[in-house]
């Protein structure tokens, strides 16, 4: 069954797997960050549904290269994501371990067909233009820099790219 809740496990279970590849390989420890979940029981007891107890601040986090790094995966069957797919809690999160000289980002899917490593700061300026209302609501897949685009299914070599500019700047 293919829902609106879990349109982007696809990808979250291709991050999983380029997870293992990185620790496999000692390259980085990234674990996906679990959803709490209460369950809902009926009058007898019985376990007929659960909710979510607790956001989790962002879907992945770990260390690399002796850094924490954390972001957050999003997908789209579109060519555009809103600003708004990141949550208040989220962008707080990431913004905290920006500010502490973490990795952040946003990870993005365009149909499974094209993704980007969005550098914090570059998802934030945009959703600060939109609040502000002097930007555009959403993100573009034409408009992103091809240098954050993925390719071979190797996130962490764009994050090392960006990073190292990033660190001599």
Known sequence: ??????????????????????????????????????????????????????????????????????????????????????????????DDCHLNGGISFILVSFNLNHIYVIPWEYWKAGMDEWIAGSGPASLAMKTIPPEYEVKQYDYLKIVERLWQQRKCA
Do not use: C
Not at 8 to 29: C, D, S, T, W
Not at 33 to 61: C, H, Y
């Open 1 to 94: 069954m293919n829902t609106y809740a879990n349109r982007g496990k696809p990808f979250e279970e291709l991050i999983i797997m380029l997870n293992h590849k990185y620790r496999n390989q000692n390259k980085a420890v990234i674990h996906k960050v679990p959803t709490e979940w209460i369950p809902l029981r009926n009058g007898t007891g019985k376990i007929v549904s659960a909710k979510v107890d607790q956001k989790a601040a962002v879907d992945f986090m770990g260390s690399y290269k002796g850094r924490a790094i954390v972001f957050d995966a999003k997908h789209t069957n579109k060519e555009r994501i809103s600003w708004s797919e990141v949550k208040t809690h989220q962008a707080t999160f990431l």
